[in-house]
C-alpha cells in the first residue's frame, strides 16, 4: 500500500475513519464544507390543496357551504335541532301509550350466547 504521508499509512494501521479526521476529504464531505460555489440549495416544492367531491356531496355544494355566512349556518343547525326535539316530544306521548300495554306481560331474560375469546378452542 503506497500512502501520501506516513501520517496516513500509521492511522490506516490503527483503522481510523477518515470521516472522524478534520482533515480528510471524506469529513470535508460529511460536514459539507468547500462546496459553496458548485452547489446551491434545493428549493422545496409547497404542497397544492385540492379539493375533491365526498360521496354524499358534490364540490358545488361544498364550496357552496364554505361561502355562506357562520350566521346563517347556525340559524340552519338551530333550526334542525328544534325539529329533532319537536319529533322526539311527538314519539315519547306515543311511546308512553304502548308500554302501558307492554307493563302486563312478564319480563323473561332473552338468553343470549356468547363466543369465547380466541375462536372455538377445545
Request: hydrophobic share 35%.
Amino acid at each position: 500500500m503506497f500512502f501520501g504521508s506516513s501520517k496516513a499509512y500509521s492511522l490506516t494501521m490503527q483503522r481510523k475513519k477518515p470521516a472522524k479526521l478534520v482533515w480528510t476529504q471524506a469529513w470535508r464531505r460529511l460536514n459539507k464544507k468547500g462546496l459553496t460555489e458548485t452547489l446551491t440549495k434545493k428549493r422545496a416544492r409547497r404542497t397544492n390543496k385540492v379539493a375533491r367531491a365526498v360521496v354524499g356531496i358534490s364540490l358545488d355544494d361544498i364550496r357552496k357551504r364554505a361561502a355562506q355566512k357562520p350566521e346563517f349556518r347556525t340559524a340552519q343547525r338551530d333550526a334542525a335541532l328544534k325539529e329533532v326535539k319537536t319529533r322526539k316530544t311527538g314519539t315519547k306521548g306515543k311511546a308512553a301509550k304502548g308500554q302501558a300495554g307492554q307493563a302486563f306481560k312478564s319480563k323473561v331474560p332473552k338468553t343470549v350466547k356468547r363466543a369465547q375469546k380466541g375462536g372455538a378452542q377445545r
